[in-house]
């Protein structure tokens, strides 16, 4: 006996570029930059019903159950559901802007553009902050710039891919990637190959210590301008 699976899409006209998008329990948020449009979903029909569109200018956000959280360039800002300001988080002018905004279950991890980094727990009415922001360092020693981090569904995991400066002007990306554990204080980095560049997390909804790297296939990466290769390059390794 075979089991047929059948899949439902759904097309959202915004009229505008999405610059992201953010899911909670039965809500969706969608945002261009400009506006943040916060959808209703049906679980078992799939129906969507567009409950408000909000003026809000950041191209990070993320949403809980009964707010709107925004990035700005010093704070993080938090609004109801119908648009209105309810809280606000300023940023420390040491830590930079905030450049990633990665969400997992009821978790945010916050990085800086000054290689800083938290996490906070946004299942409350109120922020609460688990990992308090600390340079992305070890012993005093820089670990490379952040370029892109996720944090996993229990708070205590979080992936780091990162760069390293030639110059002021010029980042080489690393071959591996940095797994920092919370509850232990500790940094343990994994090398993929020397020539595959990782370029996205991906953890599991569920389980805390699944995840997935998805990697690209560079030649020369110890060169100093390193030669990128798609995927569908018949020259790349799979």
């Known amino acids: 006996s075979s089991i047929e699976e059948t899949y439902v899409s759904k097309r959202i006209e915004l009229g505008h570029t999405a610059k992201g998008i953010a899911i909670y329990n039965s809500m969706m948020l969608i945002w261009t930059g400009a506006l943040a449009y ?21 191209n990070l956000m993320a949403i809980n159950e009964e707010s709107v959280i925004v ?30 905004f990665s969400t997992m279950d009821k978790f945010l991890l916050v990085c800086t553009s000054n290689n800083y980094y938290g996490v906070f727990d946004i299942s409350r009415r109120n922020l609460k902050q688990t990992v308090m922001f600390r340079k992305f360092e070890k012993n005093g020693n820089n670990l490379g710039e952040i370029r892109e981090a996720a944090v996993n569904c229990k708070g205590n995991l979080i992936i780091f891919l990162i760069d390293n400066m030639v110059n002021s002007e010029m980042r080489v990306p690393e ?8 509850e232990m204080d500790s940094f343990i980095d994994y090398e993929i190959s020397a020539n595959r560049i990782p370029i ?31 995927e569908d390059d018949p020259l790349s390794e799979k």
Not at 43 to 52: E, F, H, V
Not at 85 to 97: A, C, H, Q, R
């Open 175 to 182: 071959t591996k990637f940095i797994i920092f554990d919370v």
């Open 200 to 230: 996205e997390i991906v953890w599991d909804f569920k389980e805390p210590r699944v995840f997935g790297i998805h990697s690209e296939y560079a030649k020369d990466i110890n060169d100093s301008k390193p030669q990128m290769f798609n």
């Open 38 to 58: 916060l959808y209703d979903v049906d679980l078992g029909t799939l129906d969507i019903k567009l409950r408000c569109a909000l003026s809000l200018k950041s």
């Open 71 to 100: 990035a700005t360039t010093k704070a993080i800002e938090i609004y109801s559901l119908e648009g209105e300001i309810k809280d606000s988080i300023p940023m420390n002018n040491l830590y930079g802007e905030i450049t990633i």
